[in-house]
């Protein structure tokens, strides 16, 4: 791929330039598919006859002058998204022959721009993971070192954005799982404010913290894409009626004058020093850019974690109780009971994760321990949300690192998952919150792996949040290492 033309704004002029062809466009990622793809396992299904025809499509309108702003642009799709008549898996034994009869809301956006989709993307198992190794049909490796995880649960998404094998992808996000892979793998991934994108045809994990979002190049792209995902749905309810502005309207405008806040907490023990040192210096480059650096605290973020997986365990338990081996999914060959056939069918479709999640939600809201866990975490949510309000009554924006570490070999985290939670310190008080973040690429450590920028906003400011990314991307020199 032709590094000047890897960018979706860049693909937008060559196309309607008739510099490239559509098909020429898609035929090239297909190709890299095929030839890399098979080290790098970013995705579950390709879909390529389907791909070429929506391209020639999509080529029929540029020629008649109808394009629309993603005409023709090679996206993947997460394998938690609902794509009609196309295999969505989420990742698990359980849904391993689901293919849904409807398209979620934002494919159905998508597919009204004309997108060419080039597939579907590996993930963590019902997205529950950080690392992408818990997909039961592609552990995904990441591009700058394939002996390193990509970051989960979007890793296939930022993995194969960050390879090449797509211009933009979608993701989810109920922890950081767009931010943290986007990090790990050196792209820019966009979590929306929560009710900002419609969740319909989003396979469900945690439904008070689940959004979608896009993974790109640029903080531009990312901008372009959630244009045209976003608005009321009447399919869910609790997606906003707020009017969806242009997202690419204060890119490029001068940050003079913006306070941005700097939470102690997040650059404390924990943060890998090479990785404090990088977004310190992109905090500097900011205040050279004409920003007012605001030291401040952020107490709650010590218990964050916890509050954060007992929320969201909890949901995932009550979510989870629909896949039972009867209406859809997985069944098991042999049951001689009706509790046989559940216990045995979800045994065999769900993996450690999942059930890991399953037990800690169902007994968080169990009697006895409710008030003790799952009551206690959601009083903590409401502080976590108080402290945000209280930094943003003074900032316009919040800055951190993205994670506390650059990605890391399998075996160095993914058999211990209380280290592996740990990692989310830096990403779930946004999704407790419901705000909007973005990740950007700031540096690379010592052995050449991406290390990620975080730009907090408040509700329903992701204009400001890109607008942000934007202007230390412009000034981002630093020479990425080649892709291994």
Do not use: W
Not at 6 to 20: F, G, H, N, S, V
Not at 130 to 143: E, H
Not at 332 to 347: G, W
Not at 474 to 480: E, L, P, R, S, V
């Amino acid at each position: 791929m032709d590094s000047s033309l890897k960018t979706l704004r860049a693909q937008r002029e060559a196309l309607d330039k008739k510099e490239i062809s559509v098909r020429e466009l898609t035929e090239e990622y297909l190709n890299n598919i095929k030839t890399r793809d098979g080290e790098i396992k970013s995705y579950i299904t390709v879909t390529e006859e389907g791909a070429l025809a929506e391209a020639d499509a999509a080529q029929a309108l540029i020629d008649s002058g109808n394009a629309k702003p993603l005409t023709g642009i090679p996206m993947a799709i997460k394998d938690n998204i609902c794509t009609e008549g196309v295999r969505t898996t989420c990742a698990s034994r359980i849904l391993e022959n689901f293919v849904p009869q409807y398209n979620a809301t934002v494919m159905e956006k998508l597919d009204a721009q004309n997108i060419v989709m080039l597939g579907k993307t590996s993930m963590d198992e019902f997205a529950m993971g950080g690392s992408t190794q818990t997909s039961a049909f592609a552990k995904t490796r990441n591009p700058y070192n394939t002996d390193c995880v990509p970051g989960g649960s979007s890793g296939g998404s930022a993995a194969a954005v960050a390879a090449e094998l797509c211009t933009v992808s979608l993701g989810s996000d109920t922890g950081g799982s767009i931010r943290q892979p986007a990090a790990f793998c050196g792209v820019t991934g966009l979590k929306p404010t929560y009710s900002r994108v419609s969740r319909y045809g989003l396979v469900a994990f945690a439904s008070s913290f689940d959004q979608i979002g896009p993974i790109a190049h640029t903080a531009y792209d990312c901008a372009a894409v959630l244009n045209h995902i976003c608005g009321f749905d009447p399919h869910d309810g609790t997606t906003s009626r707020n009017e969806v502005p242009d997202f690419t309207a204060k890119i490029g405008q001068p940050i003079k004058g913006m306070k941005l806040a700097v939470p102690a907490e997040f650059y404390g023990e924990g943060i890998d020093d090479e990785v404090r040192k990088s977004v310190l210096a992109a905090v500097e480059t900011y205040k050279k850019l004409g920003a007012e650096i605001v030291e401040c605290s952020m107490p709650s973020l010590k218990y964050a974690v916890p509050a954060y997986y007992l929320i969201s365990s909890a949901e995932a338990a009550s979510n989870l109780s629909r896949y039972d081996g009867i209406k859809y999914g997985h069944r098991t060959a042999e049951a001689d009971s009706y509790e046989e056939l559940i216990k045995k069918s979800r045994s065999e479709g769900f993996g450690d994760e999942v059930k890991r999640r399953i037990l800690l939600g169902n007994y968080a809201l169990s009697s006895g321990y409710y008030d003790a866990y799952y009551a206690k975490a959601m009083a903590l949510r409401q502080v976590i949300r108080s402290e945000y309000d209280g930094i943003f009554e003074k900032c316009d924006a919040m800055i951190t690192p993205t994670t506390p570490a650059v990605a890391y070999r399998p075996e160095e985290q993914v058999s211990d998952p209380v280290k592996m939670y740990q990692a989310d310190i830096c990403t779930v008080t946004v999704n407790i919150a419901g705000l909007p973040a973005i990740s950007t690429p700031c540096g690379y450590n010592g052995s050449g792996m991406p290390i990620g920028l975080s730009i907090v906003g408040k509700r329903f400011d992701e204009q400001t949040i890109l607008q942000l990314a934007d202007a230390f991307e412009q000034t981002f020199t630093a020479a990425a290492p080649k892709l291994k």
